[in-house]
């Protein structure tokens, strides 16, 4: 096994196949459980524990930052708080999870998209890496709505994982997959991915950029 994991991640760091090859030799690359052990043999760390755990330990100061924004960021910000109505967890990992690229000044629109069940393959046309919201038929399209039917992960246009029941799953399922397919975050949300990695699960070396450390400043206050 390790052998194969050793074999198969060379050729992913050295060749850089697409997506669309990746998925036909490697389907199980593309399951849960098997994100969640190549991120653990890549980087030493248990992918869920760390991502769940370390936005809810920031997550009440972070809701706190959402609440205190003003004027356009502070309007959209508004509709997402608006949409949560429980403090269970995956309601506030969503919130938190929607907030962050809205106050590091990411391009979330670009990032998170709605379709339906029906829609086919065309729509995915353009979409290099993203989250796809999956609404029923006839619901009126709002990429901020918080919580769809269902979500997919899009990469390539191709759609690489799907029927994931919530946001924050999707998200950390979308954050495994870019170690274990050596992928650069998407970049209409760059910002959001650097803080998840450098901030909230502490890896890497480099150097904070301005915006990321003030919020992380914010953290600590």
């Not at 593309?30 to 524990?49: S, Y």
């Not at 920031?58 to 429980?86: A, P, W």
Request: hydrophobic fraction near 40%.
């Amino acid at each position: 096994m390790e052998l194969t994991f050793a074999l198969r991640r060379k050729e992913v760091v050295d060749s850089v196949p697409a997506i669309s090859e990746m998925l036909e030799r490697w389907p199980a690359l593309f399951t849960e459980d098997q994100v969640c052990m190549e991120f653990n043999r890549i980087v030493g760390k248990n992918l869920k524990k760390e991502f769940y755990g370390n936005i809810d330990k920031h997550s009440s100061c972070l809701i706190d930052i959402l609440r205190s924004k003003r004027g356009n960021i502070g309007h959209v910000l508004t509709e997402l708080l608006q949409q949560t109505k429980t403090a269970e967890p995956t309601d506030i990992r969503t919130l938190v999870l929607r907030g962050l690229p809205v106050i590091l000044g990411d391009k979330h629109k670009d990032f998170f998209k709605q379709g339906f069940d029906s829609d086919d393959d065309d729509s995915l046309c353009n979409i290099d890496i993203g989250i796809l919201l999956v609404e029923p038929e006839g619901t009126v399209p709002n990429s901020s709505h918080l919580n769809p039917t269902s979500l997919k992960i899009i990469i390539e246009e191709q759609v690489v994982m799907d029927k994931i029941e919530d946001l924050p799953k999707a998200m950390c399922l979308l954050f495994g997959l870019s170690y274990a397919l050596h992928l650069n975050y998407p970049k209409s949300m760059k910002a959001t991915f650097q803080f998840i990695q450098q901030v909230l699960l502490e890896l890497g070396h480099n150097e904070l950029k301005p915006k990321l450390q003030s919020l992380k400043n914010q953290l600590v206050m």
